[in-house]
DNA sequence: TCCTCCATACCAACCAGTCTGTTTTGTAGT
DNA sequence: ACTACAAAACAGACTGGTTGGTATGGAGGA
């Protein structure tokens, strides 16, 4: 049970960094130092079904990280600009996208596999779930938190784009700036 | 010289909606009813230089396009709306994204090739700029409407994306509601 | 003896890119 | 106006490498 967590955590990196059709499963076996055999015993059905282990994988922790984040914060506005702090941090650091998003993969896959474009929709809307809790606790009728919280969604999510096309945390420097403006009924 | 446009014609679209990786060459000649030999004559580079080619054409098409909207219409927040609304007809009919994003080509190859990031960063800023101006033009500092012109990029990439994922357009619809509401000093 | 787990050899399909040869086209000479 | 010729444009076969996926067989524990 151990190697098929393995394949998942190595590979979910991989994805992440390089989408789908840009990692091939020899650089992913490389990568475990396992054999094709292993790989297929633990996922019969091939690269598809290990992306979609990936992105459940990402689900719970991708949430679990957030929804600590937003533990830790009384207001959405600082639990935002902390969640995206850490965003700018970790990218600064790797020079590279690790988490919160899966842009590639949906760009790639959303026309191509039903199931892939499933489970990324299950993720953005578990995620925008947490910030509208947050925000209709702090008073937000249920259509504005739904609202906000798809922005704050979005916004991230263009704004790493825009992180990896200038090689600089900017963008998501001034995201985090302006975003509070939102925060208004 | 107009075998040369068709082809950056139909790789355009095809890109734009597969990614770089997800088209092969052969899927273009296709498209094209040309052969390899032709291709090759027109772009000797092969395939990453026909992508910048593509994104050069793309440059210009979407940027006098939005630039006519934005002649259009006399506040920022009328046109942003209106050019929304243009990217959601276009969604609603055809059911994949045609204009406007090419997410798919920067998280593909943002971190594999130079010329092409900076194809793309150059494309981004041009948009930029324009809302930026506009929103210049009406009374803003330079800095407060650069932000606001970066959450407008940022929000509609990451709307595309949440659109394509939940094969709906309503996220874009949400954000063209919630996004006046950032036009405050 | 099974069954889980893993390793390896192998496969057809496809990839981007090269090469050679043919057609088309523009141009200069008479 | 007709020919001659070179360059541009195109066609298609071919190559080496890689892709995802399969089939077979072995190791080790129950």
Known sequence: MNTKLLIIDIATTLFQQKGYLGVGLNEILKACNISKGSLYHHFPKGKEELLIACLQSMNEEVTTDIEEIFKQYQ????ATQAMIGKLVEDFEREDTIAG???????SEMASLSEPVRNACSLLYTKIQGIYSNKLVAEGFSKETANSIALMITASIEGGLMLCLTQKSSNPLKIISHVLPNLFKE
């Not at 207001?75 to 600082?78: I, N, S």
């Not at 919160?100 to 949906?106: A, L, N, R, W």
Request: glycine content about 0%.
């Open 100 to 106: 919160y998003t899966f842009s590639s993969i949906v």
């Open 75 to 78: 207001t959405t506005q600082e």
